[in-house]
T-cell receptor
Framework: EAQVTQNPRYLITVTGKKLTVTCSQN?????MSWYRQDPGLGLRQIYY???????DKGDVPEGYKVSRKEKRNFPLILESPSPNQTSLYFC??????????????FGPGTRLTVL | GENVEQHPSTLSVQEGDSAVIKCTYS??????FPWYKQELGKRPQLIID?????GEKKDQRIAVTLNKTAKHFSLHITETQPEDSAVYFCAASKRALTFGSGTRLQVQP
């Protein structure tokens, strides 16, 4: 089954304790991205990756890191989490059709609470 | 970069009525316009999309229209049902998707 998976689904942590949220897709997609979703603010892109070893900042990258060592995996790293990073996080992936965006698939989401 | 505005932020309709959600975009290079439906606590799910070489697309009760000149596109849902209640997001892209802020649709039985 074609899918995007994320782990963990729920996480409660404390300020300053490094954490990683994993994301994996089995569709051989080139493009992967991370979004955060806050009430009233829709989906805001944190980072994206066009392919292996190619990553770039989205609209709200401060406080986050990513890596793309393999095509299928795109982990999101919070080196020193703060309460303002409490949010719902979605990983997504898609391919390109003739160089343009094709259907984007979302992971199930990770609800993060930073105390 | 791209900027997408979506209206209204909330919409309440009676079951059986039509619902229309509108979005405008800023980057004339954007050529892909998907619409997502998100139910409470779940991931966004693609419900329909349109590319800039098409003016209108329909899938059963859902249709999307695109006006490239005015840089706006709309989602039309006819014969609404309670299960249509959700948050709907529009997006625009050339490469990376930029999302609107969402519309909470409530269909009253």
């Amino acid at each position: 089954e074609a899918q995007v998976t994320q782990n963990p689904r729920y996480l409660i942590t404390v300020t300053g304790k490094k954490l990683t949220v994993t994301c994996s897709q089995n569709m051989n997609h080139e493009y992967m991205s991370w979004y955060r979703q806050d009430p009233g603010l829709g989906l805001r892109q944190i980072y994206y990756s066009m392919n292996v070893e190619v990553t770039d900042k989205g609209d709200v990258p401060e406080g986050y890191k990513v890596s793309r060592k393999e095509k299928r995996n795109f982990p999101l790293i919070l080196e020193s989490p703060s309460p303002n990073q409490t949010s719902l996080y979605f990983c997504a992936s898609n391919n390109f059709r003739s160089g343009d965006t094709d259907t984007q698939y979302f992971g199930p989401g990770t609800r993060l609470t930073v105390l | 970069g791209e900027n997408v505005e979506q209206h209204p932020s909330t919409l309440s309709v009676q079951e059986g009525d039509s619902a229309v959600i509108k979005c405008t975009y800023s980057d004339s290079a954007s050529n892909y316009f998907p619409w997502y439906k998100q139910e409470l606590g779940k991931r966004p799910q693609l419900i329909i999309d349109i590319r800039s070489n098409v003016g209108e697309k329909k899938d059963q009760r859902i249709a999307v229209t695109l006006n490239k000149t005015a840089k706006h596109f709309s989602l039309h849902i006819t014969e609404t049902q309670p299960e249509d209640s959700a948050v709907y997001f529009c997006a625009a892209s050339k490469r990376a998707l930029t999302f609107g802020s969402g519309t909470r649709l409530q269909v009253q039985p």
